[in-house]
């Protein structure tokens, strides 16, 4: 996965030094709209048209994000359960009421292709009515002693300030997967979007606020990644970190929070393997393939990267996901990096051997979906998360060569399975190691299950039960008389 940090497009403006008919969106602190010296113009990668300007906060910014924060969150914690979810529904519904408008600006500031955006608004929707379900569910439990009074009594209890650190390549789900079940569990968040995409998780920001939630208790602070991160991570009001994004950055962001002991979650890449078993339905493979390798360009964490197919089978499933292929459009590239990358990843690839059916440049950031054959480990794209949409095929003579392929690579985000016997399919599922394995399918995310990165992907989970108790600590209350 890309770090969620890098320059905008079009670089930084000074104050005043504005496009009129640009919109702009300030920071939000404190329940307020807080202009800044120092703007961002952000440049579609699909157009090259200025969409909006971003203020870029600073160091102190951070500090009075983090403040209101903390002044809001204990009242916030004090309130009942059951008002507290139906405060987070009707931010769900203002979430479902501006849909439309969600999506339209995701198209716009990243290129992502509408109907994707608007299933990315649709399904992180249902993530905050889930939450908003689970706030009403966060109950205390006793353990009853000699008499009525006495006993142990087991209850939740919100952390205080959330940082949440996310990236541009699904800048609401990512996002809203942390504010919900951290305002669920009576927890304030002060946000810190991508600096590539940051206009729609700013608005699901100022929803929360024009939802009526207290001023302070969600905050969203765009600008530099280092230095913002550090000042969040090292905040000593800040008990606890959430980030989705890179290796290299979450090492830094654990460097930061680990000698101040503070809780930390990483939701970080992977380098999802398609197993297929010999009895597997082949166009169902070719549908798995398709969908989740080439889906946002291949910019996600989840993407197929690799099809483990028998190698008798290895031709016919070659052609079938060639033919899906052929007129397949997507997105451009978000970063210019990103593209670069794809590029050295595919002539790594031709220059060891491989055989690289499409993957060029069409126009723009914009590149033709890639299907590689022949690369093995050693190869970048084999051993290292691609992040473009390229998908290799690698034949395998038996179903425990093919599992420990799987395994190989230190990710453990989401792995795939195709077969027809599902005993057999089910237990060779539960030998890949990954925090999700999908079974004859493509769909990874639902709100009730938890979502967790094993090995080099990651630290926790998110959504389900145990997405909620990330932002929660235990308080045991024994009483004796």
Not at 354 to 380: K, M, Q, S, W
Request: aromatic share 6%; proline share 8%; glycine share 10%.
């Amino acid at each position: 996965m890309e770090d969620p940090v890098g320059q905008p497009g079009a670089g930084r403006l000074r104050h005043g030094d504005t496009v009129s008919d640009i919109p702009r969106y300030p920071l939000l602190i404190g329940g307020r709209r807080v202009e800044t010296e120092s703007w961002s113009r952000i440049v579609s990668p699909a157009t090259g048209d200025v969409v909006g300007e971003i203020a870029d906060a600073t160091v102190e910014d951070a500090d009075a994000a983090v403040k209101a924060a903390e002044a809001a969150w204990p009242e916030w914690s004090r309130v009942p359960p059951v008002e507290r979810g139906a405060a987070l529904e009707r931010y769900a519904r203002l979430l479902d009421d501006h849909a439309p408008r969600l999506a339209e600006l995701m198209h716009a500031e990243m290129g992502k292709p509408l109907p994707e955006a608007q299933a990315e608004i649709a399904r992180a929707n249902e993530v905050v009515h889930y939450f908003a379900a689970e706030a009403e569910r966060l109950w205390a439990s006793q353990v009853p002693g000699p008499t009525l009074a006495t006993g142990s009594w087991i209850r939740p209890s919100p952390l205080g300030v959330v940082a949440s650190i996310t990236p541009w390549n699904f800048p609401v789900a990512l996002i809203v997967w942390k504010l919900a079940p951290a305002l669920a569990a009576g927890n304030a968040m002060v946000a810190k979007p991508a600096n590539e995409a940051p206009l729609t998780a700013w608005s699901v920001c100022e929803l929360a606020i024009e939802a009526g939630l207290p001023d302070g208790l969600v905050n969203c602070v765009p600008g530099d990644g280092p230095t913002l991160g550090e000042a969040l991570c090292t905040h000593p009001a800040v008990a606890k970190v959430a980030f989705t994004g890179s290796r290299r950055v979450a090492e830094q962001i654990s460097a930061w929070v680990a000698p101040r002991l503070k809780a930390l979650s990483l939701e970080l890449g992977g380098h999802g393997p398609l197993v297929v078993l010999p009895d597997a339905d082949l166009d169902q493979v070719a549908e798995v393939a398709t969908v989740q390798g080439y889906a946002n360009a291949g910019q996600a964490c989840y993407s197929v990267n690799r099809v483990l197919v028998p190698r008798e089978l290895e031709g016919d499933v070659r052609e079938r996901i060639a033919a899906r292929i052929a007129d397949l459009e997507l997105g451009p590239l978000v970063t210019q990096r990103g593209h670069l990358r794809h590029r050295r990843l595919l002539a790594d690839a031709a220059a060891r051997g491989a055989t690289v059916l499409g993957g060029e440049d069409i126009e723009g950031r914009r590149v033709e979906p890639a299907l590689v054959t022949g690369a093995g480990p050693g190869v970048e794209l084999i051993d290292e998360e691609p992040f473009t949409p390229i998908v290799a095929i690698m034949p395998f003579d038996d179903v425990e060569s093919a599992v420990a392929e799987a395994n190989r690579p230190d990710y453990g985000l989401v792995g795939y399975l195709c077969g027809g016997d599902l005993g057999t399919s089910l237990e060779v599922a539960q030998q890949i190691q990954c925090g999700t394995v999908v079974v004859n399918g493509w769909r990874v995310v639902v709100p009730y299950a938890p979502y967790a990165g094993w090995r080099g992907s990651g630290v926790g989970a998110e959504l389900g039960r145990p997405g909620l108790e990330a932002f929660i600590r235990w308080q045991h209350l024994r009483v004796l008389s």
